[in-house]
């Protein structure tokens, strides 16, 4: 069972717009509004930062949001800050299996 | 608060057993499906069973059906997980993680518990 794609790094000054991909198929992020992220700093537990490919739990800053277009999602985080240096992954439903992850992202604040 | 906290981890031989536990507080543990996730160290993150409020649906990843068994007493707020014939691929930190309770995804998770697989 293959995980969906992520870019391995990304990068920004603090401020700055980033945007992390999620690619999938037509099983999982084309087909289903199921798309989660997930923020883990190192050491951590992961965090919940948007369910539903776009709805942010309460607490969660609002310069995190998130996008689906065909069969890649995309979280996007607005004026970059040094707490947001962390590992990112995706979610989402799959047909053949109720979940899959992402292979991760790494922001680096520089 | 919600606090769900692992236990059980350790290091075993191939071929051997192992049977975590999560204990649960914070929340109507008996409202909500509860996962295990599970990370390699330095890896990524693979979700690996999933179970329904009262224990009358269980899913898992191909890899580990027929060899993990997951439970829950709804009773004691607990969810265990049930590790047999276990392989060098299953070591990796072991998370509970609740369910959304109205969509697909996890809300809250434990601070994990990490079992390791070598002779």
């Known amino acids: 069972q293959s995980a969906l794609t992520q870019p391995a790094s990304v990068s920004g000054s603090p401020g700055q717009s980033i945007t992390i991909s999620c690619a999938g198929t037509?099983?999982?992020?084309?087909?289903?509004?199921?798309v989660s992220w997930f923020q883990q700093h190192p050491g951590k537990a992961p965090k919940l930062m948007i369910y539903d490919v776009s709805n942010r739990p309460s607490g969660v800053s609002n310069r995190f949001s998130g996008s689906k277009s065909g069969n890649t999602a995309s979280l996007t985080i607005s004026g970059l800050q040094a707490e947001d240096e962390a590992d990112y992954y995706c979610?989402?439903?799959?047909?053949?299996?109720?979940?899959?992850f992402g292979t991760g992202t790494k922001v680096t604040v520089l | 608060e919600v606090r769900l906290v692992e236990s059980g981890g350790g290091l075993v031989q191939p071929g051997g057993s192992l049977r975590l536990s999560c204990e649960a507080s914070g929340f109507t543990f008996s409202g909500y499906w509860i996962n295990w996730v599970r990370q390699t160290p330095g890896k990524g993150l693979e979700w690996v069973a999933t179970i329904n409020q009262r224990g009358s649906e269980k899913y898992y990843v191909d890899s580990v059906k027929g060899r993990f068994t997951i439970s829950r007493d709804n009773a004691r707020n607990s969810l265990s997980l049930q590790m047999n014939s276990l392989r060098a691929e299953d070591m990796a930190v072991y998370y509970c993680?609740?369910?959304?309770?109205?969509?697909?995804?996890?809300?809250?998770w434990g601070q994990g518990t990490l079992v390791t697989v070598s002779s």
């Open positions: 993680a609740r369910g959304l309770s109205t969509t697909v995804g996890f809300d809250y």
């Open positions: 979610g989402s439903k799959r047909s053949s299996t109720p979940y899959v």
């Open positions: 037509s099983s999982d992020v084309g087909s289903y509004n199921y």
